[in-house]
């Protein structure tokens, strides 16, 4: 590690949190778009900075916010097995809609999403990602959402948060 990096004042860490609560299928995409944004604020006045971004996303969602977006040609042939997911459980309301799919779709688009691995990288990029999936009635987080090895859960959002931070800064 150069000197100037180990010694570069300003911020080192920066996570930003967006939450998905209404109208999920349209929404999630331009909070990752705000998050993707900040990363670029911070990496232009701090390139060495390590900067997250989390998704927190409801397990279901009321009718008049559901959006049906269709499919993009790349999410309907994809080789990624998620696993036998279940749809994520809700009250006893019948009028709620699962977001289920559509976190599924945003896992498998957030795979092929490349990470900034150095701070020669472009400043758009994240250092790692969250995906939080939780149940607006019980406030419990969905235990299959993301599935565990896709570098998405809170866990492996913070593992590599905290290795990028120590390799760039220790």
Not at 47 to 54: D, L, M, R
Not at 108 to 119: G, K
Request: net charge negative.
């Amino acid at each position: 590690m150069s000197t100037s990096q180990k010694d570069a004042p300003g911020l080192r860490l920066a996570v930003e949190i967006k939450p998905v609560n209404l109208a999920v299928g349209r929404a999630i995409w331009n909070r990752f778009g705000d998050i993707r944004a900040f990363a670029v604020n911070i990496h232009l006045k701090f390139p060495f900075a390590v900067v997250g971004g989390i998704l927190a996303i409801p397990t279901w969602e009321w009718p008049h916010n559901h959006s049906a977006e269709p499919l993009a040609p790349e999410d309907l042939d994809s080789d990624e097995d998620l696993g036998d997911l279940e749809p994520a459980e809700t009250s006893d309301t019948t009028d709620k809609i699962s977001t289920t799919s559509i976190v599924k779709r945003l896992v498998r688009r957030l795979q092929r999403t490349r990470r900034r691995e150095t701070e020669a990288d472009a400043p758009h990029l994240l250092e790692a990602v969250a995906v939080i999936v939780y149940n607006p009635d019980t406030g419990t987080l969905d235990p299959n959402l993301p599935p565990p090895g896709h570098g998405l859960r809170w866990d492996e959002f913070c593992d590599t948060l905290a290795e990028t931070y120590d390799s760039r800064f220790e």
